[in-house]
């Protein structure tokens, strides 16, 4: 069998277990606003947001690196 849908099979598998373990519902408070979400979206979307952030700032410091050097 395919390494890879081995690992795709896998990680499928944690990511519906982890779904179904977290589906208590929290609620997030910002200044005067709040919401209530599902634990495990809200750890979604601040990963998501972390990889964004990330990939933003390595951009901008390759950007700034290049600017520099040319």
Known sequence: MNYKLVLFLLLSGLTVLFVFQNVAVVEIQFLFWSARVSRSLLIF?????????GWLLHGYHRYRKGKANG
């Open 45 to 53: 979307l601040l990963l998501a947001m972390g990889i964004l952030i």
